[in-house]
Each structure stands twice: as C-alpha cells, then as structure tokens.
C-alpha cells in the first residue's frame, strides 16, 4: 500500500506542474490520453536546459564523442536484428473484475482504474494468465497499409546509433574508443502508465554509445587490461587511459553520469545504485549498473532504506549490437586497427593461441545465443574461427558501454529534488505557506527576473527594460512589472527563478554612489545585495554555466 504522505507530495507536485505551467496532460480538453504529457512554458526551458546540458558535457565538452540526430521510423529490419520485433514485450494479464489491463509484475502495486484518484494499491479481482505484449507502437509507411508496410516508433534512440556506425566513424574521423551521442523522442506502449510522467509512452532519451576495443585486443597491444580501484568521488575522474578494459570504461562512465547529476542538483544522496544480478543481465550483457532517483513515490526496501527508481542505466553491452546489425544487414560494423595488427605480428606464438582462443569462445557464444534457425553449430564454428582471425589482421568488432537516460525522469526528479515550502508568518501572526523551487541555476527554466520597482515610473521602466536587452541574449529573464515586489518575489520562487534583479531609485542616481547599481535578490535564502549593472553579465554566468 502507497503511504499517503507519499501521494500527498505527487500530488502537491503534479498540482504545481500544472499550475505553474511545468507539465500538462496531453489533449486534457478531450479528457486527456493516458501516458502522454505536454510541456508548458517553464517545463519546456527546463527540459531544454537539461537536453542542452547532456549535449554539451558528452559532446562538446569531449573530443572522443560525435553526435547524431536519426529518424524515429528506421527500417523495420533495425528491430528484427536488435531483438525487439521478438522479444521486446512485457507480461500483460487481464482482471477479470475490474477490466484493469495491468503489467504482471506490478499486479498489487498500481492505483486500481477504476478510482484512480484513491491510489487504491491492490485490485483483488481475479486475473487472466500473463501473455506477452509488445511495447513497440506499429504504424505503416506509405498508402498501401499492408503486412509488408509495417514499421515501428522507435523504443529507444540507440539503434539508429548502431545502424550509422559506420556512417559515423568515417565522416568523424574517430577512433576506436570514441561515442556517438543522441537526443531524441522514444515510444513504448507501456501497458501501465504510472507515476506521472515516470513511465510515459512518449518519451525522451538522452543516449551514448561508447564504443570500446575488446579487452582481448587491449591485451593484445598492451600486454594487460588496466582496471580502476574505488574511485574518489571528490577528486576529478581519472583521464581515460588507452589501456582501459570494458569494466574500467564502465566505471568511468558510472562515475561521469553520476558527476553530471551533481551537477545539476542532484547530490549523491539523492541518488541510489542497483547493480543487475547476472540473473537480470541480458545474455550478451557483462554489466548493468542503474543510476536511480529518490521519487516521492520510491518504496522502501526491506531494511526500510529507499533505494529509489531508475533514471539511467549504464550497460556494457560486449560486441552484441553491432555484430547483429553486421549478420542482419550483411554489412561489416568491425573496424580495422592498425595498432593491433603491428602488436599482434610481435606477439609470442603461446600469447597469440591464448588471445585468439579466448576471442574465439567469445564470439562462438555469441554466435550461438543468437543462431538463426537454420545456422549449424559448423557453420557457427567456422564463423567465430574467422572473426578470431581478424585479430592478426587488425580486425574486430568494438564493444560498446551504452549510459542510457530519461530526459522526462530527469526532469520529475529535478522537480521532485527542488520542491520546497516555506512558512511566514507575518507581524499580526497570520502565516502563509509558499513554494520554493530550489533548481540548480544551470537547469532553472528562468535564470533572472528583472523587475522595476514601480511600474508606472516611466524613467524606472526604461532602466530595467535596458537591463533586460542586456541579459536577454545570453540567458532566459522574465520581466516582470505586475504586483508588489513581495508578490513578484514569491512567483519567481514558486517558477525557480535563482536570481531577480530589482531597479529601484538608487540606480538613477537617488544616491550618486549607488547610480547604475541593482538590487539583486537571492531565491534560496531571501538575502539581497548592491551590484554594478556592469558586473551583472559575469556574475549571472558564472552561476548559471
Ligand atoms: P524500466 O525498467 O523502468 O521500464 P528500462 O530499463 O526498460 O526502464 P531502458 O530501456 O534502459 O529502460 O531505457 C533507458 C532510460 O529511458 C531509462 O533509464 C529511463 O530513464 C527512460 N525510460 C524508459 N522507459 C521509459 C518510460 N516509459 N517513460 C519515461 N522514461 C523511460
């Protein structure tokens, strides 16, 4: 059963998304349509904020990362080779009761839909036996809508990563390793919907591919694979080294996504870890570490500690894409490395057997796992006997570390990790209780509010619409005129607002020493200071960057 304190805050929360202009429900005049959110105006900044950021720190800010930006309806052969045409599916079951349509897994977990609004935690009425249901939402491509038109939204940006390897490698001029980074929208036709926009059925993902040597390769050329021991969370993270194996880049990108949700707000105590369990490992997988939030409606676990929810998984997925995109297309996805090929013609004989086997059996199991029906265990033999003979010749598939995250659960979680209240009570003891949106001013939808004290001064007006010109082209201000400065104040707290800037009679000269200077206020605790109008530009960027 849901705690109701917990609902309480998901409500307080889904109400202020609402009221404030963060989240709407999708076509809410027609009653609205279930997994679907729309993004009002300070949602879309934030979300734009935080897309930017992602962007930024895993491409920009890197030289080993390019970026992509593909369609969302690919070739439905993408799906077959990556599995999710035959497999990518959740268990369904029926109630037989209430007619509720749930997930399998989550039977006894979900509000009830048939009074949704109570949270009712258990529907107890009799359920069919669980059949599969595919997430992926089907459409058609072109006017004939037969069998042979079927193709698919995309349910995850990843693939199309995959499928322009290739395209990628030669226009970017990299070298293994290096990634290729995308943002875009991603469709699963959850079977329930929950959590507001938590599990949604249009999303956003935030995806890299990090494509890496194998460590048979890495051995190869440096005689060992290097690992990491614990990393130190307050000194940098280590510069990747061309020794690195699979686990070391794992780490390292654990560890980076991690850095960039402190970034933005997210301290490492609000955040939570699960390490998948070789039983919960997709078979070509060697590793999955979830990066997961503290929601307002994580449970608690047994030792009554909230391990809280998935916002990124961080999977080292072996060679197993690329090699299915390479046996579905009949195209090559190996690179040819001109390092390797030198070290392996100087490697002993007894080195050479022992790397050549262990990338052999590697690629045999591979094989093997994802067998078409009609290949042969020879045929299979003599396919992982060539690849292994790509090693001398510089040749192998990369291995890749895919972090994988959801704008839209960012976004929750940086709502949910900002909402705050406070209570004031006034000189004749009559309190009011705000809200306090305590974003990072890196993701803050508005950065500064710039308001004149009193609007109908026409020399105060055209002071601060100058101060707005000034800022305006770096960063989003909100210009506001209407209401007490009191009341100004508390609407930019409730939207997030980390800084306002007020022009006042000081700044036209009242008092020459304090002419051309501001008031700027601070959200988090209400404390105001004098700034030149002439160092308002830095000191803005040096926080909201
Ligand atoms: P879950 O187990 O919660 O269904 P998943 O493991 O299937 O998630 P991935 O396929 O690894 O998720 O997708 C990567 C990321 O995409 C997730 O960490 C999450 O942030 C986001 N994501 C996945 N499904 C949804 C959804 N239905 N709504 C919103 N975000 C999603």
């Known amino acids: 059963m849901a705690e109701p304190k917990e609902n309480l805050q998901m409500e307080k929360i889904v109400s202020l998304c609402k009221r404030r202009g963060f989240v709407f429900q999708s076509s809410e005049i027609y009653g609205g349509i279930n997994g679907f959110w729309d993004y009002g105006p300070l949602g879309a900044e934030l979300k734009r904020n935080v897309k930017e950021l992602w962007w930024n720190a895993m491409t920009r800010q890197r030289d080993d990362v390019a970026g992509l930006e593909a369609t969302i309806i690919m070739s439905p052969e993408i799906w077959k080779a990556s599995g999710h045409v035959a497999t990518f599916s959740d268990p369904m079951v029926d109630c037989k009761t209430c007619k509720g349509r749930f997930r399998a897994d989550q039977v006894g977990e979900i509000p009830c839909p048939?009074?949704?609004?109570?949270?009712?935690?258990?529907?107890?009425?009799?359920?069919t036996p669980a059949r599969a249901f595919n997430l992926m939402f089907q459409t058609y491509v072109g006017p004939t809508a037969t069998e042979a038109d079927i193709a698919y939204l995309r349910p995850e940006t990843a693939q199309a990563i995959f499928a322009q390897f290739k395209n990628v490698l030669e226009t970017s001029r990299q070298k293994v390793p290096f990634g290729i980074a995308q943002v875009g929208k991603a469709f699963?036709?959850?079977?329930?919907p929950r959590n507001f926009t938590f599990r949604s059925r249009e999303f956003e993902q935030m995806e890299l591919e990090f494509f890496i040597k194998p460590d048979e390769v890495i051995e190869a050329i440096h005689?060992?694979?290097?690992?990491?021991?614990?990393?130190?969370?307050?000194?940098?993270?280590?510069?990747?080294?061309?020794?690195w194996g699979w686990q070391a880049w794992h780490q390292y990108?654990?560890?980076?996504?991690?850095?960039?949700?402190?970034?933005?707000?997210?301290?490492?105590?609000?955040?939570?870890?699960?390490?998948?369990?070789?039983?919960?490992?997709?078979?070509?997988?060697?590793?999955?570490?979830?990066?997961?939030?503290?929601?307002?409606?994580?449970?608690?676990?047994?030792?009554?500690?909230?391990?809280?929810?998935?916002?990124?998984?961080?999977?080292?997925?072996?060679?197993?894409?690329?090699?299915?995109h390479q046996r579905f297309?009949?195209?090559?996805?190996?690179?040819?490395?001109?390092?390797?090929?030198?070290?392996?013609?100087?490697?002993?004989?007894?080195?050479?057997?022992?790397?050549?086997?262990?990338?052999?059996?590697?690629?045999?199991?591979?094989?093997?796992?994802s067998a078409k029906p009609d290949e042969t265990p020879e045929q299979i033999q003599k396919q992982a006997t060539d690849d292994a003979n790509g090693l001398a010749k510089g040749q192998y598939i990369p291995h890749v570390i895919e972090p994988s995250a959801g704008v839209d659960r960012l976004i929750l979680a940086l709502i949910a990790n900002a909402y705050?209240?406070?209570?004031?009570?006034?000189?004749?003891?009559?309190?009011?209780?705000?809200?306090?949106?305590?974003?990072?001013?890196?993701?803050?939808?508005?950065?500064?509010?710039?308001?004149?004290?009193?609007?109908?001064?026409?020399?105060?007006?055209?002071k601060a619409l100058a101060v707005r010109d000034l800022l305006r082209p770096w960063m989003n201000?909100?210009?506001?005129?209407?209401?007490?400065?009191?009341?100004?104040?508390?609407?930019?707290?409730?939207?997030?607002?980390?800084?306002?800037?007020?022009?006042?009679?000081?700044?036209?000269?009242?008092?020459?020493?304090?002419?051309?200077t501001v008031t700027i206020r601070y959200r988090d605790d209400g404390k105001q200071e004098r700034l030149k109008i002439s160092e308002l530009m830095d000191f803005l960027l040096s926080k909201i960057r």
């Open 329 to 369: 297309s009949g195209k090559p996805m190996g690179v040819f490395d001109d390092e390797l090929r030198a070290a392996w013609a100087k490697l002993p004989k007894e080195k050479q057997d022992d790397l050549w086997r262990r990338y052999y059996e590697n690629r045999k199991n591979y094989l093997t796992k």
């Open 114 to 127: 048939q009074k949704p609004s109570k949270f009712v935690s258990e529907c107890h009425g009799e359920k």
């Open 420 to 462: 705050s209240e406070v209570t004031k009570t006034d000189d004749k003891g009559k309190s009011e209780t705000t809200v306090l949106m305590k974003f990072h001013p890196r993701v803050a939808p508005v950065k500064v509010g710039v308001l004149p004290l009193l609007k109908n001064k026409p020399e105060l007006v055209k």
């Open 188 to 192: 699963r036709n959850e079977v329930t």
């Open 477 to 516: 201000v909100f210009y506001d005129d209407g209401g007490s400065i009191g009341r100004r104040y508390a609407r930019q707290d409730e939207a997030g607002t980390p800084f306002c800037v007020t022009i006042d009679f000081d700044t036209l000269g009242e008092k020459p020493e304090l002419l051309d």
């Open 223 to 243: 005689g060992a694979v290097a690992t990491l021991g614990a990393l130190d969370p307050k000194a940098p993270t280590p510069e990747p080294r061309p020794d």
């Open 253 to 324: 990108w654990v560890e980076e996504r991690v850095r960039f949700y402190e970034g933005i707000g997210l301290s490492r105590e609000t955040l939570g870890f699960h390490h998948q369990t070789p039983a919960e490992l997709a078979h070509y997988a060697r590793a999955c570490t979830d990066i997961l939030f503290k929601f307002p409606f994580s449970k608690k676990a047994a030792d009554g500690n909230v391990t809280g929810d998935e916002l990124e998984g961080i999977a080292a997925r072996s060679d197993f894409d690329l090699s299915q």
